[in-house]
């Protein structure tokens, strides 16, 4: 007898993604050509993005954003992005955007391009039936100066749409002390708080975020089930993990999917979410990872409906919408 076909079309939050992350390799190659810029060296022979590890990937990432130059630019990369997002059932999205990648973290041309963000956002939610929120991101490896440049950005826009702050890059480059006048600035301004942190940095890394950043989320944080200690102090304080199991494998932050520690930190009890990253980057998408789920850890309805719960109640956004979400996914 075979077994039913899993289904994975049930509505779904994801509060993990990048927005220029989930740029599909074609709409990264297609504007390169309209502008003639040769980043030809960044797609392998299938035309899907080519990387070696985290720094390259880094490296890879930054050169396909050289392609996106302008609002008009981002207007049509968020509706690809947010089409693509809803074909895989996702009714809810945060993304991360960066103040970095629109023109160089200026006040003016942030406004200007959060702006056409904001009208894809709409048209999208008309379109598509997708809503999306927005956490203004810095950039670790580019400083904690031009962080603060990046948290202005983000506390002079706060609002309906950005609603959080948060910090990617690479985790093991600069003292996390540095970046806490700018999540301090960023609190002061109303937003909520999330960081890469315990992807590459170690338990140790998590337990400084939380003391110096006081996030409620960290991004990905699955290392801290390295430390009993840390381990115990997120559980207690209800911190939020954004976990990215596709992104963990692809990128070798863990060696393969079996030894993912997800399914641990969910029976331990951590408050634990499920999120893509940068879907294209990794071939992986919201289905794919809950397909991924039912296959290496056995999970169904239940699991699936936990983390779904969980990501409704750690969403940063207002309490209205998250009433409206909890419906959606209850229904
Ligand atoms: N920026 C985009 N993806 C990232 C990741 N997985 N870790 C850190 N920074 C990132
Ligand atoms: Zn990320």
Same mark, same amino acid.
């Given at each position: 007898m075979t077994a039913a076909p899993l289904d994975t079309s049930f509505p779904k939050l994801e509060l993990h993604m990048h927005l220029e992350g989930a740029a599909p390799p074609a709409f990264i190659a297609g504007l390169a050509r309209e502008k003639s @810029?040769? @980043?030809?060296?960044?797609?392998d022979g299938h035309g899907n993005y080519r990387f070696r590890d985290f720094d390259d990937f880094l490296k890879v990432y930054e050169a396909a954003c &050289? &392609?996106?130059?302008s609002p008009e630019d981002f207007y049509r990369l968020t509706l690809a992005v947010l089409e693509q997002s809803a074909k895989h059932g996702v009714i809810y999205t945060e993304s991360f955007i960066s103040p970095d990648f629109c023109g160089g973290a200026d006040l003016v041309a942030w406004r200007a391009y959060l702006a056409a963000i904001e009208e894809a956002a709409d048209e999208a939610e008309r379109r598509f039936g997708i809503m999306m929120k927005g956490i203004v991101t810095c950039v670790r490896h580019f400083g904690a100066d031009q962080a603060k440049k990046a948290a202005h950005c983000a506390a002079e826009t706060a609002g309906n749409f950005v609603v959080g702050f948060g910090m990617g890059g690479a985790e093991t480059m600069g003292r996390t002390a540095d970046f806490a006048y700018s999540f301090d600035m960023a609190r002061e301004a109303g937003l909520h708080l999330t960081s890469h942190a315990g992807e590459w940095g170690g338990a140790e890394m998590v337990r400084e975020t939380l003391h110096h950043l006081k996030v409620s989320r960290l991004g990905h944080g699955f290392q801290c089930i390295d430390d009993p200690d840390v381990l115990q102090e997120v559980i207690e304080k209800g911190i939020v993990l954004e976990l990215c199991p596709g992104s963990n494998v692809a990128l070798n932050a863990v060696p393969s999917w079996e030894t993912h520690p997800i399914e641990k930190l969910r029976a331990a009890g951590a408050k634990i979410t499920v999120s893509s990253d940068d879907p294209p980057f990794f071939l992986s998408d919201m289905t794919y990872e809950f397909t991924q789920l039912a296959k290496v850890f056995g999970w169904g309805e239940t699991q699936f409906a936990q983390v779904q719960d969980i990501a409704v109640q750690a969403a940063f956004c207002d309490e209205d919408t998250r009433a409206t979400l909890a419906k959606r996914i209850a229904a």
């Open positions: @810029i040769d @980043i030809s060296g960044i797609f &050289t &392609t996106l130059q």
